[in-house]
């Protein structure tokens, strides 16, 4: 028996030389000047086989009648071919939930596939690349950011995601956007959120105030046991326990209302005649009491209506009064006033429900809400009581500090609340009482005018960070869940490292309408462009496949 004998690993693996696309144009260019030299002078001066660039000439030297082809083959048209190419992986195959088949698609549409191959196996290293540059420019910008970032107090939105087996953790700064937590883990306890959210904040110098989520277990006990800071109720969630069990039961009687209605109306035409015919006292008895029968049903079905309208108004009217600061003055509001407020509107609920005769489970859902409303309560006096403390630490005059509460404050919280508003008008009556509100904080001869310019700029960026610690909705992380369902729907399970990818864009290439990135508006500071960042590390286009000559789809006959 022959003795088996050690081999030794083979060596890795290394890809072979090959010279670039810009080498290639480079060489287009020249020769395609009247001027040029020779190709043996231009291949000894580059260092380029004489073989090697004559087989580039004779394989894709464009012809006059082709304008785009000789554009392309040029180094411009190589940049314009990069940065198109680049620019369809971002936005489609990133920030959009389309795969590569749409880019291969985009790529024969354009025609642009006679200059970059478009097939599945030469594209799929291309979004490998860009993904692993993507995590590396995260790496590279967060601690530089971190570095220049002024310290401040920060509110977080968090949530989970449910499109893997393992749950996705997501987490939000609301102001800005910026998310600071977005991965997979195999629990979504309290342990786990805490440890998840101490790794997402760190190294940054920012503490995090207060968690706002809905009512998860492992939320809560994150907030009170594990970061142990108050955790803010989100007010859609508390919204939705309410109406729930009020809504469907409002909504039977007009159901029914409406077919009692039409039921009516067809006997009434039924028992109705013409003018011109004689009319017996049966036929004017019968006629009148269908009519009667009508209009009754008809007001029952209109009370009915009204009494679902009323219902949906109040439970609306809690969201429009959840704020520190009037929605139509701007003036502050303390928790006792807002505590007012709400329980008025949960009290003309209350109302609607004894007059429709709901039962027991309407009734729960009103007594349960009048917890909530304590714990909305309890966040607004928690906000006046941290901000109070925050303005002490600025030491204002008593005027100066007046100024930025009833002026200041409220014109930054209704500039950055009035994005969220229900309607177009009521949008754009929010943005102008906040431009009011802060052209008067900063007028000439005022209390604020007097100071030096850094104590006003240190007084702007207190009063901007106190205005966003009031977080009453996880709109955000809602949002970017279904941002994450939508990919997970187009592409399938998505990786650690494409969902590392997507954060990326998200935080550092979805501009907003003013041009801001959320890491520049979380950080303070700019940072540098990521798509010429990616530009500049991408790697050379793959080219295209020779073409093949279409042969005849069938035979040619021979002459018999």
């Not at 030389?17 to 001027?35: G, L």
């Not at 006990?221 to 594990?226: F, Q, S, V």
């Not at 929605?327 to 505590?339: I, M, S």
């Not at 309407?362 to 909530?372: G, H, M």
């Amino acid at each position: 028996m022959t003795p088996s004998h050690s081999t030794n690993p083979p060596p890795p693996r290394t890809d072979p030389f090959r010279w670039s696309r810009t080498d290639t144009a480079k060489a287009f260019d020249h020769f395609a000047t009247q001027e040029h030299s020779s190709q043996r002078q231009y291949a000894q001066q580059l260092g380029i086989p004489r073989s090697t660039l004559g087989y580039w000439l004779r394989r894709d030297t464009p012809t006059a009648a082709d304008p785009v082809a000789a554009f392309c083959h040029s180094p411009s048209g190589d940049a314009c071919l990069r940065r198109i190419v680049l620019a369809a992986f971002v936005a489609f195959h990133e920030r959009g939930a389309c795969g590569l088949r749409l880019i291969d698609s985009f790529l024969q549409l354009s025609q642009l596939d006679h200059f970059v191959a478009s097939s599945r196996g030469a594209l799929q290293p291309l979004a490998a690349g860009l993904e692993a540059d993507l995590s590396a420019f995260d790496d590279e910008q967060r601690p530089l950011l971190a570095k220049q970032m002024a310290p401040k107090n920060i509110a977080v939105t968090a949530d989970e995601n449910f499109h893997d087996p393992d749950p996705c953790l997501v987490a939000i700064e609301p102001v800005s956007n910026f998310i600071l937590v977005e991965c997979y883990r195999d629990r979504r306890d309290a342990d786990t959120w805490t440890e998840t959210l101490q790794q997402g904040v760190r190294d940054m110098p920012v503490t995090v105030v207060l968690l706002n989520s809905d009512l998860a277990r492992g939320l809560l006990c994150c907030a009170e046991k594990g970061l142990e800071v108050p955790h803010s109720p989100d007010l859609f969630h508390g919204q939705r326990d309410l109406l729930k069990p009020l809504l469907l039961p409002l909504t039977r009687p007009i159901q029914q209302a409406e077919k009692d209605l039409e039921k009516a109306r067809q006997h009434t035409a039924k028992v109705d005649t013409t003018l011109d015919q004689v009319q017996s006292q049966e036929t004017v008895v019968a006629i009148r009491e269908a009519v009667c029968h009508e209009l009754t049903i008809a007001g029952r079905l209109q009370q009915a209506k009204e009494r679902q309208e009323q219902l949906v108004q109040q439970v609306r009217g809690l969201g429009d009064d959840y704020h520190p600061f009037d929605r139509h003055t701007g003036h502050p509001v303390t928790a006792e006033q807002v505590a007012e407020r709400l329980h008025k509107h949960l009290e003309q609920a209350d109302n609607v429900v004894a007059q429709a005769g709901l039962g027991e489970r309407a009734r729960e859902a009103v007594t349960k809400t009048r917890t909530w409303l304590g714990t909305l309560t309890a966040c607004v006096a928690w906000f006046w009581m941290l901000t109070n403390k925050c303005l002490e630490e600025l030491e204002l005059s008593a005027e100066q500090e007046g100024a930025v509460k009833e002026r200041l404050l409220p014109g930054l919280y209704w500039e950055g609340a009035a994005r969220r508003a229900r309607s177009g008008e009521e949008r754009q009556r929010l943005q102008q009482l906040a431009a009011q509100l802060q052209k008067a904080a900063w007028q000439a001869g005022g209390a604020l005018s007097a100071l030096p310019e850094a104590q006003q700029q240190t007084v702007q960026r207190v009063a901007q960070q106190c205005a966003g610690l009031f977080s009453r909705s996880s709109s955000c992380v809602e949002g970017r869940n279904g941002r994450l369902s939508l990919h997970h729907h187009g592409q399938g399970r998505l990786s650690a490292r494409r969902l590392k990818a997507l954060t990326v864009i998200h935080n550092y290439g979805v501009k907003r309408a003013d041009g801001t990135t959320a890491a520049e508006r979380f950080f303070g500071v700019k940072h540098t462009d990521l798509f010429s960042w990616l530009l500049e590390r991408m790697p050379d286009l793959p080219r295209p496949a020779a073409k093949r000559s279409e042969k005849a789809s069938q035979p040619s006959l021979q002459a018999g």
